[in-house]
């Protein structure tokens, strides 16, 4: 039971490319977040999906876009890097209130 | 929108002390959580609270529920140099919502 998985663990990317970051969790549960953290900011909601087939914007889901593959699995795409995204990305999933975070992608745009 | 006010921002104290470390929001929530994030991880979920004035412990860790339902309080005893780390407070509002709002967390560092 591997509980939320995440890949990759670091990236770096230059100004304009593009990258998928994964999301995987074992625990049947129904909803999963992404979630971006920078010094100072706390952990700021991107999107999220409350259930399979449905997607939501959080507080910051500029410059991003996600896909809820199954139910399972959970990805954020950034289309354009920018280094205003460079920052700590975090996915959670939930069966109720509480979340259960992954162990975060470090992505840095130069 | 809804804020968590958490406090304090950061704190050091001398292995063996006792550690206590609040939230308070301008609104009612229904479930309390606190968490530990330890650096290069994602945060770890310590204690969940569904109740108000529920007091639940998790080892030396010990979280209330207001009675208000607008603060929590995370106590930790004995404090030993694992205990580093920055902990989180996260608040859910109730039904149709499936989002937590969370506080900016409380650093620990722990002098041996």
């Known amino acids: 039971n591997a509980g939320v998985t995440q890949t990759p663990k670091f990236q770096v990317l230059k100004t304009g490319q593009s990258m998928t970051l994964q999301c995987a969790q074992d625990?049947?549960?129904?909803?999963m977040y992404w979630y971006r953290q920078d010094p100072g900011m706390g952990l700021r909601l991107i999107y999220y999906s409350a259930s399979e087939g449905t997607t939501d914007k959080g507080e910051v889901p500029n410059g991003y876009n996600v896909s809820r593959l199954n139910k399972r699995e959970f990805s954020l795409r950034l289309e354009s890097a920018a280094p205003s995204q460079t920052s700590v990305y975090f996915c959670a999933s939930a069966g109720y209130h509480e979340q259960y975070f992954g162990p975060g992608t470090r992505l840095t745009v130069t | 929108g809804q804020q968590l006010n958490q406090s304090p921002q950061s704190m050091f104290i001398q292995e063996g002390e006792d550690v206590s470390m609040n939230c308070t929001s301008s609104s009612i929530f229904n479930t309390w959580l606190w968490y530990k994030q330890e650096p290069g991880e994602g945060p770890v979920l310590l204690i969940a609270l569904y109740k108000a004035g529920e007091l639940t412990s998790n080892g030396r860790l010990t979280a209330q529920f207001g009675i208000t339902r607008k603060d929590s309080f995370l106590n930790i005893s004995a404090s030993i140099p694992s205990d580093v780390g920055i902990y989180f407070c996260a608040g859910h509002s109730g039904a149709g919502s499936y989002q937590l709002t969370f506080g900016k967390g409380t650093k620990l560092s722990v002098i041996p």
């Open positions: 625990m049947n549960h129904n909803s």
